[in-house]
């Protein structure tokens, strides 16, 4: 049996325990990207966050269909690609390409379908035609459009009334200022396809709708997306799924938060201010950004800043070196026996420990809080780091560790997080920091062996210089009977 959870519904503005439409099953389709740029930090924060939800349900259970669609005929994609003198297809396929590279390198994990609109146009017709016969479109000059008008409940999930609204598709033709295109009639320079009413393109919402019931069903358990989707996507997504099928569209709508760049400014091309994940993550491990998005609720609005990847990664060398800290620990008697012998803070580390797995569950069953465990993990993290401080900890308090490795284990499982060897985690920083501090590892490591010969020529001062250069630049030097090893520190 799968763990059950409550999601908050934005269509009920409730938290609502989920039902799902098959005994185990949850189907979710997650609006995914308009390719026509790579993506950036702002698209991140939903691709993490359906991405770490998804990885959660499988974790408690749940046989997950999830889908996550490619927008790849598109205004701003024709733009763009006649701008470059390319086709628009070929120009979208170059950004579906670089978003699987960079989606991986973010540590996503493909969705089980990936829809795109140039190939999902049968499933566009049949949907258009079952709103045609129903009454709730029309045909106008080689366009096909929405009557928002025969929709009773049109604007139920972003509750507005329908004769405040516009849609973005002005046009002659249409009867009412909201209704909105399924079907464009070709214009010259965009590419089109034979349909039932001529030459053209769907519209932008048609997509989702026709894709969601072709890859799940009529009706879907959870809807996904960002909050600025809200309107006028995701309603009309609604009103066309509803009024051609007949049936409810998406049980549950599950809205993250938006990210808000510092001073109240929104990221955008314009402003100059858009940061790519690639470059990112030229400069941080990709679990630093999972963190950087974890750590909040996903329903909050995130702030975005210069320290947002310097104060993450700074996180994630904590939990790590706390989780290598209780690895490097040995011992093989009775845990008990050595809480007991140890005192407090074994007692306290093993008491988190054995606590944390119930406290990740409960916090992720409602409302899928991400926040809460994270926190969890810090204060377990200390009190590892507290125990460590013990002498008898190193020969004997691996037992009083394990469970608090095992909650490590489950965040790994549920979240994405962890997904390495600390020790691996910590070459990836090395890397990625001394890029940032115009040094190499190269450089480093010559600089060590000029410090061995000092130490064994017994020219202290120089060796002292040496350390003190690499200091300057952040580098750690760990002297151990072992040999010398060295980190780039994180402040
Ligand atoms: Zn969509």
């Not at 045609?132 to 106008?140: D, M, N, P, V």
């Not at 950004?289 to 700074?314: G, K, V």
Request: with cysteine; glycine share 8%; aromatic share 10%.
């Amino acid at each position: 049996m799968p763990s059950a959870f409550s999601l908050y519904n934005t269509l009920t503005k409730n938290a609502e325990s989920f039902e799902p439409i098959e005994a185990g099953k949850v189907g979710i389709y997650v609006c995914g990207m308009t390719v026509y740029d790579h993506i950036h930090i702002g698209h991140a924060r939903a691709m993490i966050v359906f991405d770490s939800f998804v990885r959660y349900l499988r974790s408690a259970g749940w046989d997950v269909n999830f889908v996550r669609n490619f927008t790849d005929v598109d205004d701003k994609i024709i733009n763009r690609a006649n701008e470059a003198g390319e086709d628009p297809l070929a120009y979208a396929q170059k950004y579906i390409d670089a978003f699987h590279k960079d989606g991986d390198a973010l540590g996503l994990l493909r969705p089980d379908k990936e829809p795109r609109v140039s190939t999902s146009m049968e499933a566009i017709f049949t949907l258009i035609r079952s709103l045609l016969e129903r009454g709730h479109a029309y045909k106008s000059e080689g366009s096909v459009w929405f009557d928002v008008a025969s929709c009773g409940d049109y604007g139920k999930l972003s509750r507005q009334k329908v004769d405040e609204l516009r849609s973005a598709d002005e046009s002659a033709g249409k009867k009412n200022s909201a209704d909105f295109a399924l079907w464009k009639a070709v214009k010259p320079g965009e590419p089109s396809w034979e349909s039932p009413w001529g030459a053209g393109r769907p519209g932008w919402h048609i997509e989702c709708s026709a894709m969601a019931a072709e890859c799940i069903g009529e009706t879907i358990d959870i809807h996904g997306g960002g909050l600025d989707l809200v309107f006028p996507h995701h309603e009309n997504e609604i009103a066309q799924s509803e009024c051609g099928h007949g049936k409810p569209y998406a049980r549950y709508w599950m809205h993250n938060g938006l990210l808000n760049m510092a001073a109240g400014q929104k990221m955008g091309k314009s402003l100059g201010n858009v940061i790519n994940v690639r470059a990112a993550l030229e400069d941080y491990p990709a679990e630093v950004l999972r963190l950087y998005y974890l750590q909040n609720h996903y329903r909050s609005p995130l702030l975005w800043d210069d320290q947002a990847l310097p104060t993450a990664l700074a996180m994630m060398c904590r939990l790590y070196e706390a989780l290598e800290v209780a690895q490097s620990l040995a011992g093989n008697e009775p845990a008990a026996t050595v809480v007991s012998d140890l005192g407090d803070d074994a007692k306290a580390v093993w008491q988190l420990g054995n606590s944390f797995a119930d406290k990740l569950d409960q916090s992720l069953a409602q409302d899928f809080n991400t926040a809460q465990p994270i926190g969890h993990l810090f204060e377990l993290a200390r009190a590892i780091n507290r125990f460590s401080n013990h002498k008898k900890a190193k020969k004997r308090g691996g037992p009083v560790v394990q469970p608090a490795i095992q909650g490590f284990k489950k965040v790994a499982d549920a979240l994405g997080l962890f997904q390495q060897e600390p020790a691996q985690f910590f070459v990836q920083v090395r890397e990625k920091c001394i890029r940032k501090l115009g040094i190499t590892a190269t450089d480093v490591e010559n600089l060590l062996d000029e410090r061995k010969a000092a130490r064994a020529a017994k020219d202290w001062d120089r060796a002292d210089e040496i350390r003190a250069e690499l200091d300057a630049k952040s580098i750690q030097v760990m002297d151990s009977p072992d040999g010398v090893t060295w980190r780039v520190s994180i402040q």
